[in-house]
């Protein structure tokens, strides 16, 4: 079974950064992709950003600029590095991977097997 942990979640103003961390518990070598995703109430998931594994990444047309996804293989780990937040940017954000390569550049949640609980993110005016 694979467990994704999500930490670095917290409250932010506006401008402000915040980095998201996102542990696995089985080598990252064994993901194809590995991606985040947010969620707010009453709205459906939206797919933020996606790395492959072969280094290339794509990202939501609202966080283009602003975040920047990255892996580091030798810790296992995720991260969401995000910058110039705004309060729109306020949601649950969560990490999901998956081994097969349908998940390639993919932004939707149904393309991933796997996800983690999530880390809260709120941005403030």
């Known amino acids: 079974q694979v467990l994704l942990a999500e930490s670095g979640g917290g409250s932010v103003q506006a401008g402000g950064s915040l980095r998201l961390s996102c542990a696995a518990s089985s080598s990252t070598d064994n993901f194809h992709c590995m991606a985040w995703f947010r969620q707010v109430p009453a709205r459906e998931s939206e797919g933020v950003a996606v790395i492959d594994s072969d280094g290339r990444t794509r990202y939501a047309n609202s966080v283009k600029g602003r975040f920047t996804i990255s892996q580091d293989n030798a810790k296992n780990t995720l991260y969401l590095q995000m910058n110039s937040l705004r309060p729109e940017d306020t949601a649950l954000y969560y990490c999901?991977?998956?081994?097969?390569?349908?998940?390639?550049?993919?932004?939707?949640?149904?393309?991933?097997?796997?996800w983690g609980k999530g880390a809260q993110v709120t941005v403030s005016s």
């Open positions: 999901a991977a998956d081994s097969w390569a349908f998940c390639s550049g993919s932004l939707e949640l149904k393309n991933y097997r796997h």
